[in-house]
């Protein structure tokens, strides 16, 4: 368990907030490009606590202001896209992407003070399918160079979700791996899988054809956390019946993403202390991903983003099945809601004076740690880890991101080592 005080520290992030500050020095996903077609009317969001409209100009760049007009408070969602920026409809007041007030048509010559107006604004950068915003002070830093910018667009996919809880105990979702063989587990009808499956779940788990309250594999696993520059390498091992180890990699990266086994990006986005957006990002080196493989859209539909299996309908959870098949009870249709119950059950923002950590959640204090150490350097005026202003520094070969039976003989930390000296760090297949 952690002090409460500590607790706030890490997880409110509003205006003037410690963790706050913390999250405003690195840019944040402030939406899917779709979301904000050209020629579409502008976006109102909310982001670290703030109301905001997202807006694409006449050439179709984004711009990220405040909701409220300076002038009476009117919502500019509802303005008029032109003359190089936004335009209230109450009384015309024309701003830039800046803040700056351009004109007062209800003025005389156009209004003489409006240069004095400097309406709330934070600059965007638009790349991979994501439009991002830096809410900081003083000149934005580089965006991280991350792998999936760098594929074709047809080889990844972007989709976000409505979370009612506070962005950490989501991001701790993905830190917690040893939730994988509970939560998300689905007894196997071995005799029906081909040679191939058949191999891939027995390496998994250790008794994929059993449903237990224990689990497929009780006792049999271990986890790991390694520091890293810019946030933490984790892992889970389980030691294999015939000798071996059958391993789970991701690294947390600073301040709120996961890249998870298998390669993909969760990235917790807070939207104000009670609520956030999961960005789920995923892409492939190889090949092109396949629009109908990505049936996700249809789980958190657009424009709200919130699942369809939720708290409203306890998450569809299936209480026959969890006798049977499924150990959660909620279909791995709705894999996503597996993870959402639990997140949001912890309620609003998670009171973890409250918790008593064991062994395996070693990598989760960790990570904590790493967080609560940024938010004190940035109360101390220093500068936090992975806010990228040097060009050749913005390469991420330490990123780890893998599972499959780890080679005879070789620690963990040894395999992944060899992973990022090769540059294969960042797998998106299976390390078989």
Same mark, same amino acid.
């Given at each position: 368990?952690?002090?409460?005080?500590?607790?706030?520290?890490?997880?409110?992030?509003?205006?003037?907030?410690?963790?706050?500050?913390?999250?405003? $020095?690195?840019?944040?996903?402030?939406?899917?490009?779709?979301?904000?077609?050209?020629?579409?009317?502008?976006?109102?969001?909310?982001?670290?606590?703030?109301?905001?409209?997202?807006? $694409?100009?006449?050439?179709?760049?984004?711009?990220?202001?405040?909701?409220?007009?300076?002038?009476?408070?009117?919502?500019?969602?509802?303005?008029?896209?032109?003359?190089?920026?936004?335009?209230?409809?109450?009384?015309?007041?024309?701003?830039?992407?800046?803040?700056?007030?351009?004109?007062?048509?209800?003025?005389?010559?156009?209004?003489?003070?409006?240069?004095?107006?400097?309406?709330?604004?934070?600059?965007?950068?638009?790349?991979?399918?994501?439009?991002?915003?830096?809410?900081?002070?003083?000149? !934005?830093?580089?965006?991280?160079?991350?792998?999936?910018?760098?594929?074709?667009?047809?080889?990844?996919?972007?989709?976000?979700?409505?979370?009612?809880?506070?962005?950490?105990?989501?991001?701790?979702?993905?830190?917690?791996?040893?939730?994988?063989?509970?939560?998300?587990?689905?007894?196997?009808?071995?005799?029906?899988?081909?040679?191939?499956?058949y191999q891939r779940v027995m390496d998994r788990f250790g008794n994929? =054809?059993?449903?237990?309250?224990?689990?497929?594999?009780?006792?049999?696993?271990?986890?790991?956390?390694?520091?890293?520059?810019?946030?933490?390498?984790?892992?889970?091992?389980?030691?294999?019946?015939?000798?071996?180890?059958?391993?789970?990699?991701?690294?947390?990266?600073?301040?709120?993403?996961?890249?998870? !086994?298998?390669?993909?990006?969760?990235?917790?986005?807070?939207?104000?202390?009670?609520?956030?957006?999961?960005?789920?990002?995923?892409?492939? $080196?190889?090949?092109?991903?396949?629009?109908?493989?990505?049936?996700?859209?249809?789980?958190?539909?657009?424009?709200?983003?919130?699942?369809?299996?939720?708290?409203?309908?306890?998450?569809?959870?299936?209480?026959?099945?969890?006798?049977?098949?499924?150990?959660?009870?909620?279909? !791995?249709?709705?894999?996503?809601?597996?993870?959402?119950?639990?997140?949001?059950?912890?309620?609003?923002?998670?009171?973890?004076?409250?918790?008593?950590?064991?062994?395996?959640?070693?990598?989760?204090?960790?990570?904590?740690?790493?967080?609560?150490?940024?938010?004190?350097?940035?109360?101390?005026?220093?500068?936090p880890p992975h806010v990228i202003r040097d060009p050749e520094k913005?390469?991420?070969?330490?990123?780890?991101?893998?599972? =499959?039976?780890?080679?005879?003989?070789?620690?963990?930390?040894?395999?992944?080592?060899?992973?990022?000296?090769?540059?294969?760090?960042?797998?998106?297949?299976?390390?078989?």
């Amino acid at each position: 368990m952690i002090p409460s005080e500590e607790n706030d520290l890490i997880t409110r992030i509003e205006p003037g907030t410690p963790c706050g500050e913390l999250m405003r $020095r690195y840019w944040q996903p402030a939406a899917i490009s779709e979301e904000l077609p050209p020629g579409g009317a502008p976006l109102p969001i909310r982001l670290l606590g703030e109301d905001l409209v997202l807006f $694409r100009n006449d050439e179709g760049k984004p711009g990220l202001l405040g909701l409220h007009c300076s002038h009476r408070g009117a919502d500019l969602s509802y303005g008029r896209v032109e003359d190089g920026g936004l335009r209230c409809i109450y009384h015309g007041w024309l701003y830039d992407f800046r803040g700056r007030c351009l004109d007062q048509p209800g003025e005389p010559a156009g209004g003489e003070h409006r240069d004095a107006i400097r309406h709330p604004a934070y600059p965007c950068v638009e790349r991979g399918g994501l439009i991002f915003a830096y809410m900081g002070r003083g000149e !934005p830093p580089l965006l991280p160079n991350y792998e999936f910018f760098s594929v074709p667009e047809d080889h990844r996919t972007i989709h976000k979700l409505y979370s009612e809880c506070n962005f950490l105990q989501g991001n701790e979702g993905n830190i917690d791996l040893i939730h994988n063989n509970f939560v998300h587990f689905v007894k196997r009808d071995l005799e029906r899988l081909d040679p191939e499956e058949y191999q891939r779940v027995m390496d998994r788990f250790g008794n994929p =054809g059993v449903m237990s309250g224990r689990g497929p594999d009780p006792g049999m696993e271990s986890t790991d956390a390694q520091l890293l520059e810019f946030g933490v390498r984790i892992c889970k091992s389980r030691a294999m019946e015939k000798g071996g180890s059958y391993i789970r990699v991701g690294t947390f990266v600073l301040p709120n993403l996961t890249v998870i !086994p298998g390669g993909g990006v969760n990235w917790h986005v807070p939207i104000d202390d009670a609520h956030h957006w999961k960005y789920i990002i995923a892409h492939s $080196r190889e090949k092109p991903i396949g629009r109908g493989e990505n049936r996700r859209s249809e789980l958190s539909p657009p424009p709200t983003y919130m699942p369809v299996a939720n708290k409203a309908n306890r998450y569809r959870q299936d209480r026959e099945a969890m006798k049977t098949t499924i150990y959660s009870g909620i279909s !791995p249709k709705y894999f996503a809601a597996q993870d959402t119950c639990v997140i949001e059950g912890a309620g609003a923002i998670q009171d973890r004076t409250k918790e008593n950590l064991v062994t395996t959640d070693m990598p989760i204090v960790v990570c904590r740690k790493v967080l609560h150490q940024a938010v004190k350097t940035v109360q101390e005026g220093g500068v936090p880890p992975h806010v990228i202003r040097d060009p050749e520094k913005n390469h991420f070969p330490e990123i780890v991101a893998t599972y =499959g039976v780890l080679p005879e003989g070789m620690s963990w930390r040894e395999y992944c080592e060899g992973l990022v000296a090769e540059g294969r760090g960042w797998q998106t297949l299976s390390a078989r």
